[in-house]
């Protein structure tokens, strides 16, 4: 409370009359007259209590006091000043019949008297009668003080209600937020500025029960708000957080000031937008001297006037070696002092900037930077400053430039890989279009890679391609390229050639380099190489065209036998374009369920009875009908499409197998893999998934029939593979024997279980006795390897008749019946066991 309200207050009380205090309690004052007069056998009682110098008297009479008293203010005086008490009064010039008695009141600062007036002469007083008039009259007193304290209560609220009206007035409009609550916690003012910052209208806030809570939803500050109200500090201003209508919270100070009448006026002021500057600088500051970025302000001028800890870390300059100077201390490598005059023009139209510059460090040392410059002005757009921000990248520069090795590089090798190669040829076809030039593209593929891998490890096989990426490298030019594509291939781009002669020559030196052995793990290994070439103009304009017309050259290089180049050749290319074409018929025609099985029944001639059916692989066409394999396996052998067409026949087999033994039919089923198929990584574990799913389907009926053209380029890992077939359970059969060259010298190495003789030898069996000599021989020959023999191409009586005569038991072909659909099976079978004679014995 300040000291001009505490000054009023007193004031207030001082002009507090007496009167007043016995008039707010009149009747009180006339009971407690009547009870003293009463218990002293008075005529009458009253009160009289001194005031100041106020010349009447104050009274508070009884009943039958006499209506126009002539006491006077200075007969009262006399008596307390002669102290006539508990006695009839003497000496009182008008009341000398003593026909009165006093009774003082003392209680603090308060003096009176208890006068009683008698009819007659004043009785002595009895002790009892002495101690209940001390006991009236302090009573009295008490009555007095209780009057007093309500008399000033209500004075100062008039007084407060007074002021607080005229508050009002004056509050409503000034910008600053003022209310007031009352005892209760009821809002009693709330001006236009406190509606406008808190979003509450007086009203509202005036019929609220509780208006606190609104601002101060949690109790415990609610509390703490309450608490300051009785805070004798609480006139000096506090930093509070109310919320407003919208739920934000608010940073605002207030000052609590107390009102005579226990109200308590509150102004406050809000911070909360001084506040948000306040912690944007602080903020701003923080990440000044914290950023990880160094930090250069200069001003108009571009002298540098502040940097931050950062900038010094990473240029190596302190705050004193660059105050005051320009930026150009920095020493930027791939520029000029042109670079400061150009960004002074450009800011005169520009307010940012951006680029990668290379600095200087106070050590000499240089380094990357990315730098961002912007200009600061004020609300009249007039410059203030410049900012500079710049972050050290020179670590992700030489990351950048290593990713970018590694992207174009290989990583065993360290030669450039399939992309930068690309890169490098379309520098080399732009600079050959300039000039009128001629150069070769060169597709390299490692001969006999593989069997060093497989018996020496992949380790030996690594530094044999480190090896040839060496001996590559040193036959190119400057001019020329090299690079590993993956795995053992290689591509080579030769420059600045007068003619397809010239590239001859050099890939005849290629060649002969890669002949030469290495060591490896102390063996010498010899590799060869397949290159294609194709020429630019001649071939084609396209680097990835050339690539690609190199690519199929080798491919023919491995047909003619690998150790050699071959140049690409347009006429191969076309009859390559057009197997490609028929190859993407017969895929569209495998997805939409063209190809189908026939089966081929095989019988035994001694016991006249079917032992197996042979599945064989057609194509439905729709327009032509059914195609024989012969104009259809030529163009799937050796693509991508072999594999999976193969795996469908078994599976299709194994699917009528189980039908089969459904129906009660047991018999072998026998199925071709061509060598693609039976060499693919995959097959035995693909096979073995198809006998699991299809348990019905008994692998020991099952017989797998294989060329021996299938096995000659890798015998070794062909016997592994058919090994692994003999473990399932399955049958193996060597197709078309006799028809090779070294078929005697494989027989003891191949896990075999069936010879079938082509049906070369069958078709002159009755008039070619060379035919005779060799089937009789192979007979002869798979009975002592403990071997059966199946004949193939019967076509005639006679030719069974024949080989029977010869100890073959098992034959096929048209003779016995052309191939069937398997739903015509169960219908021949019928038909063959009912044309057989019983107990038949050849």
Request: charged share 20%; net charge negative.
């Amino acid at each position: 409370m300040s000291m001009d309200m505490r000054r009023q207050h007193n004031q207030d009380d001082s002009e507090l009359a007496m009167s007043d205090i016995i008039a707010q309690d009149s009747n009180g004052w006339y009971q407690l007259c009547e009870q003293a007069a009463h218990c002293a056998d008075a005529q009458a009682a009253c009160f009289f209590f001194f005031q100041n110098d106020d010349q009447t008297p104050l009274l508070a009479m009884g009943p039958g006091w006499p209506l126009l008293p002539r006491w006077s203010l200075a007969d009262y005086q006399t008596v307390w000043q002669q102290q006539v008490f508990y006695c009839a009064i003497n000496g009182v010039a008008l009341h000398a019949n003593k026909s009165y008695l006093a009774i003082p009141i003392t209680r603090g600062v308060l003096t009176g008297l208890l006068l009683l007036k008698y009819q007659t002469q004043v009785p002595a007083l009895l002790p009892p009668q002495k101690l209940l008039l001390d006991t009236m009259a302090e009573h009295g007193a008490l009555l007095w003080h209780e009057g007093n304290h309500k008399a000033r209560q209500r004075k100062r609220d008039g007084s407060s209600r007074r002021l607080l009206n005229r508050l009002k007035v004056l509050f409503s409009n000034v910008p600053i937020p003022i209310n007031a609550f009352n005892a209760e916690g009821r809002c009693i003012l709330w001006n236009n500025e406190c509606e406008h910052v808190f979003g509450w209208t007086a009203e509202e806030i005036t019929q609220h029960p509780t208006p606190l809570s609104l601002f101060y939803p949690d109790l415990a500050d609610q509390h703490r708000v309450v608490a300051t109200f009785n805070d004798h500090n609480s006139s000096e201003f506090k930093e509070w957080r109310p919320i407003d209508r919208e739920g934000n919270k608010l940073t605002t100070l207030w000052a609590n000031i107390m009102l005579p009448n226990g109200d308590m006026l509150c102004v406050g002021h809000d911070v909360s937008e001084q506040k948000e500057i306040t912690n944007r600088q602080r903020l701003a500051a923080s990440v000044f001297e914290s950023s990880y970025d160094g930090i250069m302000i200069t001003d108009l001028d571009h002298c540098i006037t502040h940097i931050n800890p950062a900038f010094t870390r990473i240029t190596g300059y302190v705050s004193d070696e660059v105050m005051g100077r320009h930026p150009n201390l920095l020493q930027h490598v791939n520029s000029d002092d042109g670079l400061y005059n150009e960004l002074c023009q450009h800011f005169k139209s520009q307010e940012h900037w951006q680029g990668e510059l290379s600095g200087r460090r106070k050590n000499g040392e240089t380094y990357s930077l990315l730098l961002a410059i912007s200009v600061v002005k004020d609300e009249q757009e007039k410059v203030l400053n410049y900012v500079a921000v710049f972050s050290d990248i020179t670590y992700l520069k030489d990351h950048e430039a290593e990713l970018k090795h590694q992207a174009c590089h290989d990583v065993l090798t360290g030669v450039p890989n399939r992309l930068l190669f690309g890169e490098l040829l379309e520098r080399a076809i732009a600079s050959a279009v300039r000039n009128k030039g001629l150069l070769a593209v060169c597709y390299l593929d490692l001969d006999g890679f593989k069997s060093v891998n497989d018996n020496l490890g992949h380790a030996a096989g690594d530094r044999l391609l480190i090896e040839v990426s060496r001996r590559l490298g040193k036959i190119t030019r400057s001019c020329d390229a090299m690079a590993r594509l993956g795995g053992d291939e290689f591509a080579l781009l030769f420059t600045e050639l007068h003619s397809s002669l010239e590239c001859d020559e050099i890939l005849t030196r290629v060649q002969s380099m890669i002949n030469e052995p290495v060591e490896l793990d102390g063996q010498s290994v010899r590799v060869s190489a397949s290159i294609g070439v194709a020429l630019y103009p001649q071939d084609g304009t396209d680097a990835e065209l050339l690539l690609r017309y190199a690519d199929q050259a080798m491919y023919q290089a491995k047909r003619q036998g690998k150790n050699t180049h071959v140049f690409f050749d347009a006429a191969l290319h076309l009859q390559e374009q057009g197997r490609q074409l028929q190859l993407a018929r017969m895929m569209k025609a495998f997805r939409q369920g063209e190809f189908l099985l026939h089966y081929q029944p095989a019988i035994d001639l001694f016991e006249r009875q079917v032992v197996g059916m042979e599945a064989l692989l057609r194509w439905h066409d729709p327009e032509r009908g059914i195609v024989m394999p012969g104009e259809f396996l030529p163009v799937i052998i050796g693509s991508h499409m072999e594999f999976e067409l193969g795996m469908w026949v078994i599976e299709q087999v194994l699917s009528q197998m189980t039908l089969w033994s459904q129906q009660g039919l047991a018999f072998k089923v026998s199925f071709n893999v061509s060598r693609g198929q039976l060499m693919h990584s995959n097959f035995s574990d693909e096979l073995s998934h198809l006998l699991a799913r299809y348990p019905l389907a008994l692998p020991s009926l099952l017989d797998l029939e294989f060329q021996e053209t299938a096995v000659l380029a890798d015998i070794n890992a062909a016997v592994a593979v058919l090994q692994r077939c003999r473990q399932l359970g399955i049958c193996v059969s060597l197709d078309n024997f006799g028809t090779g060259y070294s078929s005697l010298s494989h027989l003891n190495q191949l896990p075999v279980n069936t010879l079938k003789i082509d049906r070369s030898f069958i078709s002159d069996l009755l008039s070619n006795a060379h035919d005779v000599s060799m089937v009789e021989s192979v007979i002869q020959l798979a009975a002592a390897l403990k071997m059966t023999v199946t004949a193939e191409g019967v076509e005639e009586i006679e030719q069974g008749v024949r080989l029977q005569q010869l100890g073959c038991r098992y034959v096929q072909g048209y003779g016995i019946s052309q191939p069937m659909p398997a739903e015509q099976v169960g219908g021949w079978l019928k038909k063959w066991s009912s044309e057989q004679p019983e107990n038949s014995e050849g």
